[in-house]
């Protein structure tokens, strides 16, 4: 367990509705990345924060996806208007200050677009 | 840009057998890090392994060892004495300035 956790686990939803997605890293991780993981891909690139500031975002992320992290602590990543091609599963890990230090990731939140 | 490429997509080999996971990359920049993450079925990813490429030294952790050959950037994974725990996907992920780029993968099984 890396003490990184992800709610809900999975998620159902219908095309067009709005999803949130809540990560929980632990207190010293600085540093929050959200990646996304389609079946036999590896996670891509999402986001990422350092503490409360939201650093980079990736041509991934359309203007349909959002990312907080309030206050430095927890994140939420939200996606409007879901697309069957949302589909996928949503990683966050937590991490320290640099790229080369390990990040711990969460156990993700399965999206499933109907 | 970074890109990674892992050419072997599904490998079995029998327990207690030592296994080679191969990982070429591309990157522009000169101060990068390697690693290799593991992400056992159903369960969360976890780093195995990482390599700091101004180190010429091989980076080892018990029973997993890296060939890191920085001019032909190859950064191969061997797991010796592998064990049934060992079963899982394995992705070989360069990272340098504020982020890291996974491969596709490769799924090991350890067959006992």
């Keep these: 367990d890396t003490g990184v956790s992800q709610n809900p686990r999975h998620k159902i939803t219908k095309r067009g509705q709005n999803v949130t997605f809540r990560c929980d890293p632990i207190s010293e991780h600085n540093r929050l990345y959200w990646y996304r993981q389609t079946l036999g891909q590896g996670p891509e690139f999402l986001t990422y924060f350092q503490n409360e500031a939201q650093l980079e975002k990736s041509r991934l992320l359309s203007d349909r996806f959002s990312a907080e992290r309030p206050k430095g602590s927890f994140s939420t990543l939200e996606i409007q208007r879901t697309e069957q091609g949302d589909s996928a599963m949503y990683l966050c890990a937590g991490g320290r200050d640099r790229v080369a230090d390990t990040q711990y990731f969460g156990p993700g939140t399965r999206l499933t677009v109907l | ?112």
């Design chain 2, 1 to 112: 840009a970074q890109t990674v490429t892992q050419s072997q997509p599904e490998m079995s080999v029998q327990e207690a057998e030592t296994v080679t996971l191969s990982c070429t990359y591309d990157t522009s920049e000169n101060n990068y890090y390697l690693f290799w993450y593991k992400q056992p079925p159903s369960r969360q990813m976890i780093l195995v392994i990482r390599q700091e490429a101004y180190k010429q030294q091989n980076a080892t952790e018990n029973r997993f060892s890296v060939n890191f050959q920085k001019a032909a950037k190859s950064f191969s994974l061997k797991i010796s004495d592998s064990q049934l725990g060992d079963t899982a996907m394995y992705f070989c992920a360069p990272g340098a300035g504020d982020k890291i780029i996974f491969g596709k993968g490769t799924r090991l099984h350890i067959l006992p």
